[in-house]
């Protein structure tokens, strides 16, 4: 979380603006579970054109395998987290039970100094979450039960309650729940990632559903603005297929990221296959603006068959001679908003359900070029960073950070 002013020696920028006029990232820090049964690992990779190790991981920290893998910065009992102090949030207990709160942890000695909310309740469900101190307003997202997450992926799971559909809303100063919204269902299944305007005063929010493949706005309701209130701003249509495991796809939205100046917000639909870039200025009506595909379930190489148009017209991916399996994952963004990267893999039992190959072979990084001007993406083919092809691998690329703070982390108090 940046401090607000860089005169008095703190870490980051002063400001969102004061950020996107920031020198451009040179490695970045990526958690990376084994695919088989070695040991996790924490990965820096350069990511500087003009450097003589470029596209190469330059440094490791192996990471024992504890019973499951290194995912979002933490291991998977816990998930997203955000510094000074570091909150982390919890998916359920050590034997699996669902039960979210959050972990309070020093942020210099990362000792445990308690519990969110204060009260010691928790939420049902928890995943990521994202604060705005000016506004004195935290949101907080829902997975599932880890027992069953860690088990694949089962429909059926979903109608006996054990994925959620809920965003809670939780005072920041007190540490105190004040709301929770139940999203409308199918719609709003498997809330996971929230992400809040950069400017520190903006009172919206985004939330991606991966399973309902839709994405809500948490903004004040006009009516009783004490409260928050979610508006349905953009759903993705599933496709008809044959070949699959059920008759109907969901494109299973996994991750979003807005860009440092609020312009774009960027969405990666793991299962279809394509990153969407929404254009975001007018946070009330976004608008799709741009559109690649990296991997997915649904190229002209796959064996699943789209019922409701020819899926013969995306080709498969090859970088550098290098077919890309899996799908676009997690996302990381350049802070003048000109770079986005992505990873692959999303979590090791998902991996192996839905996409063996990337297991079997290993997950990747790739670079989508933004124009500036237009904000059109494309691949870059000159970039990729084989994870199947490191020592020791292969390894399933998942979170990526740059070491000065980024747009998935960055905070403004």
């Known amino acids: ?55 190469q991981v330059i440094s490791r920290v192996d990471v024992p395998n504890i019973g499951d893998e290194v995912h979002h910065t933490g291991w998977n009992a816990c998930s997203s987290c955000h510094d000074k102090p570091t909150e982390k949030s919890t998916l359920g207990e050590a034997d699996g039970t669902p039960s979210g709160n959050f972990l309070l942890l020093d942020g210099k000695t990362f000792e445990p100094k308690g519990t969110w909310p204060a009260d010691g309740k928790v939420v049902k469900f928890n995943y990521d979450f994202w604060y705005q101190p000016r506004r004195n307003l935290m949101i907080s997202t829902e997975w599932g039960s880890p027992s069953h997450i860690k088990k694949g992926f089962n ?19 007190y540490k105190k729940h004040l709301q929770t919204i139940d999203l409308p269902m199918p719609l709003g299944a498997l809330p996971l990632e929230v992400r809040f305007l950069h400017e520190p005063t903006n009172e919206n929010a985004f939330v991606g559903c991966a399973l309902g493949s839709a994405i809500f706005r948490i903004h004040p309701d006009k009516k009783n603005p004490s409260i928050q209130t979610a508006t349905l701003s953009a759903t993705i249509p599933s496709k008809r297929v044959s070949g699959w495991s059920l008759q109907e796809m969901p494109a299973l939205i996994t991750d979003i990221l807005i860009s440092m100046d609020d312009r774009f917000l960027y969405v990666s639909c793991w299962l279809h296959g394509d990153i969407r870039q929404y254009d975001i200025t007018d946070p009330s009506n976004i608008k799709l603006n741009s559109q690649v595909y ?19 017209e995306i080709p498969a991916l090859y970088v550098k001679g290098r077919k890309i399996e ?56 000159n970039f990729l960073i084989d994870f199947g092809k490191v020592s020791g691998g292969p390894y399933l690329a998942h979170e990526m950070r740059y070491p000065g703070g980024d747009c998935t982390s960055d905070i403004w108090i």
Request: with cysteine.
């Open 326 to 381: 899996g799908g676009p994952q997690m996302l990381q963004l350049s802070l003048d908003g000109k770079r986005l990267y992505v990873t692959t893999s999303l979590y090791k039992q998902w991996d192996q359900q839905f996409y063996p190959e990337n297991v079997k072979s290993g997950a990747t990084m790739l670079q989508v070029d933004i124009d500036p001007e237009t904000g059109k993406m494309e691949i870059n083919q």
């Open 294 to 312: 990296i991997g997915g379930s649904i190229h002209s190489e796959s064996n699943i068959q789209v019922l409701d148009q020819d899926h013969s």
């Open 1 to 55: 979380m940046p401090c607000p002013s860089k005169c008095h020696g703190g870490p980051g920028y002063a400001s969102p603006q004061d950020a996107i006029k920031g020198p451009r990232e040179e490695v970045l820090f990526v958690t990376a579970p084994h695919a088989d049964n070695g040991p996790d690992a924490i990965f820096t990779v350069d990511i500087n054109p003009e450097s003589d190790t470029f596209c």
């Open 155 to 173: 429909p059926a799971h979903v109608s006996e309650g054990l994925y959620g559909n809920s965003v809670h809303i939780f005072e920041w100063n």
